[in-house]
């Protein structure tokens, strides 16, 4: 299997949450959780980290094992800093 992504950068913080939103529906369940205008994807930290079966850290040495153990779910969603999120939907 092919590993589909997507990777988005935002630039306008106002429409930052609905984009973001709007990724991650069908990873993450919003009915209860709204996310941050200013901070959004911190606001997914904080939802993910609540709902996810299991949270890894990721860093140069621990990224192959990390991916090789997530395959075992349907979904993952990787964020880098404030910047950046990756939602995974095939491995």
Excluded: C
Excluded at 66 to 90: C, M, P, R, W
């Amino acid at each position: 299997m092919a590993m589909a992504f997507a990777v988005l950068q935002f630039s306008n913080a106002q429409n930052d949450a609905g984009k973001i939103q709007s990724l991650l529906n069908s990873a993450l369940n919003f009915d209860n959780a709204q996310l941050s205008v200013g901070t959004p994807i911190q606001s997914v930290n904080r939802i993910a980290s609540q709902q996810a079966d299991t949270t890894l850290i990721l860093s140069r040495e621990s990224m192959a094992a990390a991916l090789n153990f997530a395959k075992g779910y349907s979904k993952g969603i990787i964020t880098v800093a404030q910047h950046t999120v990756v939602l995974i939907e095939d491995w």
